[in-house]
């Protein structure tokens, strides 16, 4: 027989009669009362190794089995990982931190002077301009007047306007790439939502390859580097056509044809979002 001190065990945190190790109602583990630091780390190093830690299996299995966590979200297994949007956010933060912390982001434009060359004779040859193309008046206008104010520091703050606004943009960017992937999909029918979902965990896998690339530029030497990049992007392109291939379930003609075509509209609407982008950070500066 149970004891009175288990049976009317409560949750600490809503109260309610605890019948297990979670409570059944707000879904929190049971806690035992911390006496001593030991006590705190091992329930520190509980959270980052227990199995019910989702990140590790979520980010193995990212990496690894390219369609997997689509299916596994769309066949209702859900509670091993972690959700599409919340993996997405944690990992193109970590992804936008390391770009704007690197060096070679710092700037927007450098000036390799010559002997005598002053700082301002430079703005005035990049800010100098004669297009005559369409919005003529409105682009000479601003080259004349904000260009050199944003070249005042070698346009570094104008780098991070861009990277504080690109991850917004992106957040736009994947549902307008979803529109067309409904249009390549359209039979047999998905719901838009599922295009979404496979765009989101392919955008992940992709920031996830970059943050493994920029850490090992950092601790590796120039020859293992340059070779690790090269591993990258053939594991990406296999990576992303067996993705297609796993999620959409057709003959490998067709998703050769269909992943070329999604290549392409990633590639074109990749351009007009960096565009926007830097011509809304230029505005809003």
Known sequence: ??????????????????????CSECGQRRFEPIHSVWHLLRDAAEDLTHTDSRIWQTLASLAARPGFLVREYLCGRRARYLPPFRLYLILSIVFFALATASPEHAYVVHFDRAEGQTASLDKEHVCHSDYQGPGAHIIQEFMRERCPALLSDGGKSLALAYMHNLPRAMFLFLPLLALF??????????YYAEHWLFLLYLQSFVFLLFIIGMIAARVLPARLDSWLTLALWLYAIYYLFTSVRRTYAQSRAWTALKFALLCAAYLVCGLVMVTLTTLYSLIMM
């Open 1 to 22: 027989m149970p004891s009175t001190e288990t049976a009317t065990a409560s949750c600490t945190n809503c109260a309610a009669v605890l019948r297990g190790e979670y």
């Open 181 to 190: 992937m409904k249009a390549m999909y359209w039979r047999p029918r998905r």
